[in-house]
């Protein structure tokens, strides 16, 4: 070993480097996972920052929510992306109608109808607020757990379980992760890009674009709020962790991901190496690697908010176009008690609280993942929990992941991850039902 790889080495697991991973994954963990108590409320830090933000200037969370609305309509015409293809095309035109939606919520103007409780206002105050506030805010403390090392530290422990649970290489495991803690657009860049280099085969590609790719910690944080579930944050996110894998475990086996061809698009694919030696080992030397070779913290945090507000502008949109429109359908058209029918054999012999609703809010979802959260937030406690898990654990929705999935080179047709969503919504209702009435 040259002498310049000693050294290397010895400023990897110096001791400045060691605190430097143990002390900002600790904030990280803190910031996302540990609940205090603070003014009468006992939730997870970042959710005080927000909730103490709101309260302290509420006019200006929603001027702030609308400007971001204005700019996130606007961008994919000035970037002259708007018309790169067909799906890009429909969801430009429903981000340029955001913004007029956005004016009629922000000055309480347009008729009786769009403004009963259950309408605009809701969505505007209860979802789109917040998440403007939550994605560049959450963006900050995420710089402590996907930039020193913890990302690259858990996914080395994933790695001997991803192929005969999930049939994807270990280094999937960072892309799991990666959608958890950041977003599943962070999640499908990693994808791809992988892809691409020919390290996933086309099956082990669509596996970790359709079960893995859920919205993120901070965006779950935003349907816990809306259901009344942050007393239980952490039951909740753990139990909501725990059904969307193995939802995915389950997916891979069954049509149609089963049937994906198991090849490369490069000539020559790249196979995972064997982890050599012991595994906690080798974690913490890729944790210890990854915080040595990390960027200074002002710069991972300020790359960080950009990303937060380019995400928060491709979101809120679109989340507040296609929301209110599922939510106009849902109310005046019978169109997703149709589709409820679907579930309701199931949530009917799972005796779920409210089987009718529960399965409309279910085929709801696959529109935009907010919706539900409109239809169920004044039902009984174990079918808010039972459609807070769904919704993230479906893990698709055409307001966001779905486009987000077909924009990559992955071959996956629409039609294919329509039936994937339906057979991930059934999969975690049989699962999730026992567990909600078992601890409520």
Known sequence: MSTHSQEKIKDIRSSKNISKFIIFSVIGIFMFFVPIAFNGKTTIPLDHIVSGIRKASPGFSAFYTLIIIILGGIYPFYKKTWNKDRVTMIFSLFKFVGIFIGFLAFFEYGPTWLFTADMLPFIFSKIIVPIGLIIPIGAVF?????????????????????????????RSAIDAVGSFVGSYSIGLLITNKVFKEGKYTIKEASIIATGFSTVSATFMIIVAKTLGLMEMWNTYFWVTLVVTFIVTAITVRIRPLKTKEDRYITEIGIPEPEIEGNIFTCAIDEGLKASFESRPLTKNIIDNIKDGFLMAMGVLPTVISIGLMGALLAKYTPLFDVCGYIFYPFTLLLQIPEPMLTAKASAINIADMSLPLLL????????????????????????????????????ITISEIVIIAIERTIITLILIAPIAMLIL
């Open 376 to 411: 169920v937030a004044q039902a009984p406690l174990v079918t808010r929990f039972v459609i807070g898990v769904v919704c993230i654990s479906t893990v698709l929705f055409f307001s966001a992941s779905i486009p987000c999935i077909l924009s990559t080179d992955i071959p």
């Open 142 to 170: 995420l710089t402590f757990i996907i930039g020193y090392g913890l990302l690259e530290f858990i996914g080395v422990l994933m790695k001997p379980v991803m192929r005969p649970i999930w049939k994807t290489p270990g």
